[in-house]
């Protein structure tokens, strides 16, 4: 891997770095020279991104970590700290939805109330729905808590915490109210923390991905010989640049957030989305 360092190596710790998304975004910030911890709650699934990491000449570890228990962030944070240092950036990738947060069609007709087989806004588990609140929200509040307060402690110049939100946080898509919800509070919560954070040092940033083919949406959007399913060509009618995003297009935004060329800029969240959160659909 040839190293594009942007000033000083930073400690970088990224949560739900296992997946398509978060696994991205460890290999573009190991490329800049940095030390990446990557946290998922499947150990194997970061172990795999940081055999590829150090494959191509990066640094990096790999720690098995729930975002919703601090014991197990707190047990992270230490072991960041033995390998690399006190994080410098963090980046909160884990996140998701659940199908009891989650209506079977996008509209409620009075007929569906006698279908038991549909899940309707009345049949919205609550159990579904706070597991969606908490992995969204708690799971990107509980690990701030954790490494955030060792950025203050430590005075860390030029610390940056990313969230990541959702376009469905500025309009929220049909059938995911929990999931669409969440995001919004992560986005709200982004504005909070980077008016709190002001006066620490630490700028809060949030990215809004648009539609991205990953492991937890594919069944979604396409089917098993891989055309694409209605809901899939729906999304791309309301996308005015027609496709789906590549995760490698979330970068160019990432590394801005992250470095000195965004120094004034906090309590923002950019929608990279192809135009998705702006079109009206007419």
């Known amino acids: 891997m040839s190293k594009q360092t942007n000033g000083e190596d930073k400690v970088v710790v990224i949560t739900g770095g296992g997946g398509v998304l978060g696994s991205v975004m460890a290999h573009a910030m190991a ?24 494959t191509a000449g990066g640094t990096a570890i790999g720690l098995g970590c729930n975002v919703l228990d601090l014991q197990s962030l707190q047990a992270a ?47 919205l588990d609550p159990k579904g729905v706070e597991f969606v609140f908490n992995l969204n929200f708690l799971g990107t509040l509980l690990p ?36 669409s919800g969440a995001k919004a509070a992560v986005s709200n919560f982004t504005q909070w923390l980077a008016v709190h954070f002001s006066k ?12 991205f083919l990953t492991a937890q949406n594919k069944s979604l959007l396409t089917h098993a010989n891989g055309e694409l399913t209605d809901r899939a060509n729906t999304i ?18 990432l590394l801005w957030l992250c470095g000195d060329g965004a120094s004034f800029v906090t309590g923002i969240v ?6 998705f959160s702006a079109f009206s659909g007419v």
């Not at 800049?32 to 990491?53: P, T």
């Not at 963090?90 to 899940?119: C, F, M, Q, V, W």
């Not at 950019?270 to 135009?275: L, R, Y």
């Open 200 to 211: 620490v040092g630490i700028r809060v940033n949030a990215i809004a991905p648009g539609f």
């Open 77 to 123: 944070n230490q072991r960041v700290k033995e390998a690399f240092g006190v994080c410098d950036i963090l980046i909160n990738g884990a996140g998701g939805n659940h199908p009891k947060g989650t209506t079977s069609l996008e509209y409620l007709r009075p007929e569906d109330l006698d279908h038991a087989e549909l899940n309707t806004f009345f049949d």
């Open 144 to 179: 701030t808590q954790v490494f955030a307060k060792e950025m203050v402690a430590n005075a860390k110049k030029g610390a940056n915490i990313i969230n990541i939100s959702s376009m469905n946080a500025f309009t929220p898509l049909t059938k995911i109210p929990a999931y």
């Open 31 to 54: 490329k800049q020279g940095h030390s990446v911890a990557i946290l998922d709650l499947k150990e194997e699934h970061a172990a795999k991104v940081v055999d590829d990491i150090t």
């Open 270 to 275: 950019v929608p990279i989305d192809g135009g």
């Open 236 to 253: 791309l009618s309301q996308t005015p640049m027609g496709r789906f995003g590549e995760p490698e297009e979330l970068i160019g935004t």
